[in-house]
């Protein structure tokens, strides 16, 4: 079965652009700025076992800070994708769109 961006998304409840997180280690919250679909390389293909590339989702996220414009400050990107845990691990989403 090949897998698809929106599987990446549904499985790993991922949210949408507009919607804030709050980060699990240091409690900021964040807001989702843009999202792109990538290829990721990874060393274990889910089907062959085998180095390949995966469909995978790029969270671009901006540090919510009162009196601050969205956009300007500190931004942070990182790729998800099935076989990682790192969002579950380090965010909760705070606010639906």
Same mark, same amino acid.
């Given at each position: /079965? ?18 804030? =997180? ?9 807001? =989702? /700025? &843009?999202?792109? &679909? ?14 390949? /590339?995966?469909? *995978? ?10 009196? =601050? ?11 998800? *994708? ?5 969002? &579950?691990?380090?965010?909760?989403? =705070? &606010?639906?769109?």
């Amino acid at each position: /079965m090949q897998l698809t961006y929106d599987e990446v998304f549904r499985q790993k409840r991922l949210p949408r652009v507009g919607q804030i =997180v709050r980060n699990k280690k240091y409690g900021t919250f964040w807001r =989702v /700025m &843009e999202e792109r &679909e990538i290829w990721q390389h990874t060393a274990n293909h889910p089907q062959s076992g085998e180095g390949g /590339m995966v469909p *995978a989702i790029y969270l671009t996220y901006w540090k919510v800070q009162k009196g =601050v414009m969205p956009g300007i400050g500190k931004t942070v990107g990182y790729a998800y *994708a099935l076989d990682d845990n790192t969002f &579950e691990s380090n965010w909760d989403v =705070v &606010e639906d769109r």
